[in-house]
């Protein structure tokens, strides 16, 4: 307890401003999505490989399925996108800047991200090239509210 009797994270939540906003919420939700895209192709590498090579290192592995191929090269895309969202979402966040513009960009970028990984392992070309660039929109609409502010 504090002298003024309000307890260590009654202290935090009023100084930061109390429940999440939006932006932050899309950051949680996107990464935790891109958290968890090393999923089905690890598990496609178990199937192909075996368990055993699929831990180790082996000499000559099979090559893995194609859409495997194509999810983890989303979710290298996913991870190095993350980057650029993440800091101009903190970035916009430590200026003090929220508003419809950036949590309409934050939702954005989630669903195009989303859209993007599941594109990319169908192999919609199309589809993961406009999810993309709904992205890349959506980035640049965070930039644009942190160079206006």
């Not at 831990?55 to 290298?76: D, E, F, L, T």
């Not at 309409?104 to 993309?132: D, I, K, N, Q």
């Amino acid at each position: 307890m504090s002298r003024d009797g309000r307890d260590i994270a009654s202290h935090i939540k009023v100084t930061l401003g109390g429940a999440m906003s939006t932006e932050l919420m899309y950051l949680v939700w996107i990464t935790a999505l891109t958290a968890l895209m090393w999923i089905p192709y690890i598990f496609d590498r178990i199937s192909v490989w075996g368990l055993t090579d699929a831990v180790g290192y082996p000499q000559n592995p099979k090559p893995q399925s194609p859409w495997a191929r194509r999810i983890k090269s989303a979710h290298a895309n996913a991870i190095e996108n993350l980057v650029v969202f993440a800091t101009l979402v903190l970035a916009a966040r430590a200026v003090g800047i929220s508003n419809g513009t950036t949590a309409l960009a934050c939702e954005l970028y989630f669903w195009a991200r989303l859209v993007h990984f599941a594109a990319y392992g169908f192999a919609l070309p199309w589809v993961r090239t406009l999810a993309f660039a709904g992205g890349f929109v959506a980035q640049m609409m965070l930039v644009g509210q942190l160079l206006l502010h």
